[in-house]
């Protein structure tokens, strides 16, 4: 085993979007380490309340988990959007929400995770942060094949090679339903954590921030907003408690 894996791990990089999974890595992450960094990535996406949120989430965040607080260092931002424009989606372009002739959902934006690990994986290299923290997961998602367990390995390994040392990715909802996720983030700062998720986090594809919900604001019709109500209703559900 490697010195850097011997010995604790104190310092976390978060790919941090400012949607609810996003949201709850970084709480996880402030959990666990010293010394906690987030990173977003701008990669021409249509709708510019995601990086909105993002701010949002971040400001909040301090309030919510306050002993904490001091844990939570710098923000940073990638321009993607060159990549953006070659990797193009129902994300990022005017087009229908639909399932393609692989069976993917046309919000599938072809090898982002596996972009965003390697700026990341580059950007934590050189802030001497040991951990990178995404919320990748293959329990309750929409079929992306970047969000799979298998992939995350193997990019663990070829991001180790590349740079010559061990880079460790950690998925803390990879084997969580929805309604874990919203459970996750109870445990970690109860209800102030759960009400900045529902008030300020971002998930709708669509953008929507008129409507608001019981589980936060969103179109309500879209896979992202569907698979959020879903896990907000099971969550509830599980405490015995009527929306």
Request: charged share 25%.
């Amino acid at each position: 085993m490697s010195a850097i894996l011997e010995k604790p791990l104190t310092s976390a990089l978060v790919l941090f979007s400012g949607g609810q999974d996003s949201a709850t890595c970084l709480a996880w992450a402030l959990e666990r380490f010293d010394r906690v960094e987030t990173v977003g990535f701008d990669y021409g996406q249509r709708h510019l309340v995601e990086m909105e949120a993002r701010q949002a989430v971040r400001a909040g965040m301090g309030a919510a988990l306050p002993q904490y607080a001091d844990r939570l260092g710098d923000d940073h931002v990638v321009d993607l959007t060159g990549y953006g424009r070659i990797a193009e989606s129902a994300l990022t372009a005017d087009r229908k929400i639909e399932m393609d002739a692989r069976g993917l959902p046309t919000t599938f934006v072809p090898g982002r995770n596996l972009i965003f690990l390697v700026a990341a994986a580059a950007l934590a290299d050189r802030r001497g942060l040991e951990v990178l923290v995404g919320g990748m997961c293959e329990t309750d998602y929409s079929g992306y094949p970047d969000c799979r367990h298998e992939t995350m390995e193997a990019m663990a390994r070829a991001l180790s090679l590349g740079l010559d040392k061990p880079v460790v990715i950690d998925t803390p909802l990879m084997w969580l339903t929805k309604g874990q996720t919203w459970a996750l983030a109870a445990r970690i700062g109860g209800e102030a954590l759960v009400e900045l998720i529902i008030e300020d986090s971002h998930t709708c594809y669509q953008g929507d921030r008129t409507h608001r919900h019981a589980w936060g604001y969103g179109c309500g019709e879209c896979p992202a907003c569907e698979l959020r109500a879903a896990g907000y209703e099971d969550w509830v559900a599980s405490q015995g408690v009527e929306t």
